[in-house]
């Protein structure tokens, strides 16, 4: 049976439609501020006199929670600051989260690549506390070294890591991840970032 209905095309909403709709952030105005957070955080973390600064940038995705330095700076290209901080902090997360798991890869990752062991700078034994103690030592160096030599150590923490991975039959996936993560680090390191905060 055929319908007597006329069909009409579908109405298309107007641009003042769209401008009504409430809904997430501006993306651009998000990566603005995440830039912008980035660099106040480590540009006043290195001009501030007060010894206990270097702490709580340490422990900012403790007390700020990593869901907001998430919200803030995940998105953000490895090469900019803002996203070279997300993988330190995330770094720092996932070793104070499952250390022994991060000692048992660091640990048979070290005698693989001899010379990233020596950039890391974890002592040895690399024992959970130790490499607890690293990965805050690296951060540190947000506040007080330079920033490359900071990228570097935790790109040369995360290259063990993925060798110990691999020589540990880790999933490819999970080996991958940690060599990305490494790689990321190391450009950050030789690019333009790490050059204008040294």
């Known amino acids: 049976m055929v319908s007597d209905r006329i069909h009409h095309r579908p109405m298309t909403p107007g641009d003042g439609f769209f401008a009504d709709i409430v809904g997430g952030a501006d993306p651009a105005q998000v990566r ?26 340490v422990h900012l995705a403790e007390t700020e929670g990593l869901e907001t330095l998430a919200e ?13 901080l997300w993988r330190l902090f995330l770094l720092r997360s996932w070793v104070h989260a499952d250390p022994e798991r991060v000692a048992a890869e660091y640990d048979a990752g070290q005698r693989r690549v001899d010379v990233a062991r020596v950039v890391a700078g974890v002592a040895d034994p690399p024992g959970p506390d130790e490499l607890r103690s690293m990965v805050d030592d690296v951060l540190r160096g947000i ?48 690019g333009e970032i790490a050059d204008t905060l040294a």
């Open 32 to 57: 603005e501020a995440g830039d912008l957070a980035a660099t106040v955080l480590v540009r006043g973390a290195r001009e501030s006199d007060d010894p206990t600064l270097a702490e709580r940038v």
């Open 72 to 84: 803030v700076w995940s998105g953000a290209p490895a090469d900019t600051l803002a996203g070279s």
């Open 143 to 190: 506040a007080r070294g330079d920033f490359a030599v900071t990228l570097f150590r935790a790109a040369a923490f995360a290259r063990i890591v993925a060798a110990g991975r691999a020589s540990l039959d880790a999933s490819h996936d999970e080996i991958s991840r940690m060599l990305a993560l490494s790689e990321q680090l190391e450009a950050a390191g030789h």
